[in-house]
């Protein structure tokens, strides 16, 4: 058996889908299996996958059922005692699986390890954002409750015991169900960091991230969530999830907006993550997006649409 399994879900992927498998196939480490779950795709994914010559890559196919059913379904088919997870536009860092496998095994109390991640855009190589770095390892509930700082569901490689402990991903929560899946995580276990950027989050107007709206519904539902299961000592956490997740959503309709009324759906979003964080309005960060929603909105009403 391979010590990891990759775990690849991919619909409509025909796009992205060789060059992803192409960064888990450079890995240093190579003791693992690559999973790629076709999600009823209509375009040419499951055949490019399935055309790749490597005995190591396992080719499913099923009706679409969702990000998070095909996640389950590929897990289900995973035999590594480590499973990483690789959406099928992201990329990987050749050193990605190998200094995570390590975090892990200098840890063998922890369950998961995370490195850092940078966006690049679509059709680019540049690196468009570097998230900031973090160095949170131990108990990260706290800190995973105000945001997820893992920030792609490309990012951990976890023991398979704890991944069993915590049960599946909940398709109830959708677009935020890394967010979900990493807290339920956090609850019970041990994280470790790799210092290093290794993630590439690919950005795409299709993305969905761009699905502002979605996102928000699915975040907050998942924040109710969460709160009924953490432990008294940590509610009082609620006002600073909730206003650093307000913080995000104005920051995509900022980055996603094409039109005034789509740019002016930050401005509530700013107010709410201050009235309920007040400390925000000190935040460097929140003080970025009161400039960033005054240029846009200036930028739309002109018609350039920057």
Request: net charge negative; proline share 5%; aromatic share 12%.
């Amino acid at each position: 058996m391979p010590v990891i399994s990759v775990v690849i879900p991919a619909y409509n992927a025909e796009r992205t889908i060789l060059e992803t498998i192409e960064s888990v196939q450079k890995q240093t480490f190579s003791d693992f299996e690559i999973i790629v779950i076709d999600d009823g795709s209509t375009d040419r994914t499951c055949e490019l996958a399935e055309g790749i010559a490597d005995e190591r890559i396992k080719v499913f196919s099923y009706p679409n059922g969702g990000m998070c059913v095909a996640r389950n379904r590929g897990i289900s088919h995973a035999t590594g005692e480590f499973i990483a997870l690789l959406d099928s536009d992201d990329l990987w860092t050749p050193d990605k699986l190998e200094l995570q496998l390590a975090a892990l095994q200098k840890h063998p109390a922890a369950g998961v390890a995370y490195s850092w991640t940078s966006d690049f855009l679509d059709g680019q190589e540049e690196i468009s954002c570097a998230y900031d770095p973090v160095l949170f390892e131990g108990n990260v509930l706290p800190e995973l409750l105000i945001r997820n700082f893992l920030n792609s569901g490309s990012n951990p490689l976890i023991h398979r015991k704890a991944l069993e402990s915590v049960g599946e991903f909940d398709p109830a929560c959708t677009l935020c169900a890394d967010w979900d899946f990493y807290l339920r995580l956090a609850l019970h276990w041990p994280f470790v960091v790799v210092p290093k950027y290794q993630i590439r989050y690919r950005l795409s107007p299709y993305s969905s991230s761009a699905k502002v709206q979605a996102i928000e519904k699915d975040g907050l539902f998942t924040i109710e969530k969460v709160y009924s299961l953490v432990p008294p000592e940590l509610q009082s956490l609620k006002g600073q999830t909730l206003g650093d997740f307000y913080q995000y959503c104005a920051q995509q309709y900022l980055r996603y907006g094409k039109n005034v009324s789509e740019v002016n759906q930050a401005a509530p979003r700013i107010w709410k993550a201050i009235h309920l964080h007040p400390l925000n309005l000190f935040s460097k960060h929140t003080q970025g997006l009161i400039r960033w929603f005054i240029k846009r909105w200036v930028l739309v009403q002109l018609g350039t649409n920057t």
